[in-house]
């Protein structure tokens, strides 16, 4: 079957629930069109930023990592984790999530999926790392709930039924992964 374009943009809300449910239970996938808030530019941005740190010394890059791998560290789960073979996989990964008021309950009570993001300097740079991440972050978790209502819609429920599992504050995290070129030898299996 052809996978289905599921335009966000569409008037017709129940029409592209509907569309969205029959995409997900017979191909299994959507290609989504129109999805607000994301442009072009926000994805040449997002590539530039992701290269931009990437490419920061790894040094700099570990003052930035959760706990188990710097015991400085006030974070559990946000920032940056690096490759470690040991583990089994072969990536380095920087994550972020919400970022909540600094008199929110939530943040100050110590729970890990409300912690504070570790943010790298941008000192001169002019990259806007922090924004992108935190606008494209939104972007998506607006997009996510919108797929959910979508899905409701489509299912013939209310539309709003899952909005009590994800708003008003979401523990979705955005993670940005990047997998170096390995070079496979005799010394590196």
């Not at 009570?109 to 790392?129: A, R, V």
């Not at 924004?131 to 998506?140: D, K």
Request: net charge negative; hydrophobic share 35%.
């Amino acid at each position: 079957e052809i996978l289905p374009i599921i335009d966000l943009s569409a008037v017709d809300r129940n029409l592209t629930g509907k569309k969205l449910t029959k995409g997900m239970e017979s191909v299994g996938f959507v290609y989504l069109d129109n999805v607000p808030g994301y442009s072009k530019d926000m994805e040449r941005k997002l590539l530039e930023s992701t290269k931009w740190f990437y490419s920061l010394p790894l040094e700099n890059k570990l003052l930035l990592s959760p706990k188990n791998w710097n015991r400085d560290a006030h974070c559990v789960y946000r920032g940056y984790v690096p490759i470690d073979i040991s583990q089994g996989h072969m990536r380095e990964q920087y994550e972020t999530g919400e970022v909540l008021p600094h008199d929110d309950p939530d943040r100050n009570s110590g729970n890990p999926f409300y912690e504070d993001t570790p943010w790298p300097i941008e000192e001169g740079l002019g990259i806007g790392f922090k924004e992108l991440m935190i606008s494209y972050r939104n972007v998506m978790i607006n997009t996510g709930i919108e797929l959910l209502r979508l899905t409701a819609l489509g299912l013939g429920w209310n539309e709003n039924v899952f909005d009590d599992r994800f708003l008003p504050k979401s523990v979705s995290s955005l993670r940005l992964m990047h997998y170096p070129t390995y070079i496979h030898t005799t010394e590196n299996p």
